[in-house]
């Protein structure tokens, strides 16, 4: 069983830049896709991006598709969530989670999921 862990949320300006990290326990982390979602207050939990097991696929939301990078370091047991020209509606608790396979897109095919790291996005 693989466990996530987040970091690296924060406050922020509008048009800044923030790292999450999400660090997974476990000998098998390297098996595993590996997604980030979140949730803003009031609403459901949504996709955000997934990268493939080996790290040679990626998978974006269409409102986060050229501002955010997610790359994974397998030496690290390492996610990682680069977003930059962050805007308000980026506010939310970022999620980060461990699937088997799957549709990436798709909460339901994830299994391990972290505490979440809060994001805020001043105007």
């Known amino acids: 069983q693989v466990q996530p862990v987040e970091s690296g949320g924060g406050l922020v300006q509008a048009g800044g830049s923030l790292r999450l990290s999400c660090t997974a326990s476990?000998?098998?982390?390297?098996?595993?896709?590996m997604g980030w979602f979140r949730q803003a207050p009031g609403k459901e939990r949504d996709f955000v991006a997934a990268?493939?097991?080996?790290?040679?696929?990626?998978y974006y939301a269409d409102s986060v598709k050229g501002r955010f990078t997610i790359s994974r370091d397998a030496a690290k047991n390492t996610v990682y969530l680069q977003m930059n020209s962050l805007e308000p509606e980026d506010t939310a608790v970022y999620y980060c989670?461990?699937?088997?396979?799957?549709?990436?897109?798709?909460?339901?095919?994830?299994?391990?999921w972290g505490q979440g790291t809060q994001v805020t996005v001043s105007a």
């Open positions: 990268i493939h097991w080996s790290g040679s696929r990626t």
């Open positions: 476990g000998r098998t982390f390297s098996r595993y896709a």
């Open positions: 989670a461990t699937s088997g396979g799957g549709n990436l897109y798709r909460i339901s095919d994830y299994d391990s």
